[in-house]
């Protein structure tokens, strides 16, 4: 038996991809990858990042996965892994798709987020 060991990024691709069309249940996941990162201290949490997720069929997601791990690894002062700059959206997405929550993520999403065509608003990716 081995010890607790946090999620990486890939591991919590693969939880979303197990997940299917599941958006609830894919958000929960990435409230707790959230929640053990931020425990994590620097040099452990910069580990979490390095390995590509497998791709898993559903571009937004699979997009939404690199802006994280930029955007995660931006505020530990490093720059993200190098598997995150292929990967960025052709249109625009709105996780969160309401007219409230369309506003907020215009003005406040990420930059990480915002250049991939991912727009989420910050409180969205501090669930944990």
Not at 74 to 102: H, K, Y
Not at 103 to 116: C, G, M, Q, T
Request: net charge negative.
């Amino acid at each position: 038996m081995t010890g607790y060991q946090p999620m990486t990024i890939a591991q919590l691709g693969e939880h979303l991809a197990r997940a299917g069309q599941d958006d609830e249940l894919r958000w929960r996941y990435v409230a707790e990858f959230l929640e053990e990162f931020r425990h994590e201290p620097p040099d452990v949490r910069r580990a979490l990042l390095e390995q590509e997720p497998a791709l898993m069929g559903d571009e937004h997601w699979d997009v939404f996965l690199a802006a994280l791990a930029e955007h995660l690894a931006l505020r530990d002062g490093r720059r993200g892994p190098r598997w995150c700059e292929q990967r960025s959206l052709a249109r625009f997405w709105f996780p969160f798709n309401t007219r409230a929550a369309r506003a907020d993520a215009i003005v406040h999403a990420p930059a990480a987020f915002r250049r991939r065509g991912v727009f989420v608003a910050p409180q969205e990716l501090e669930v944990a």
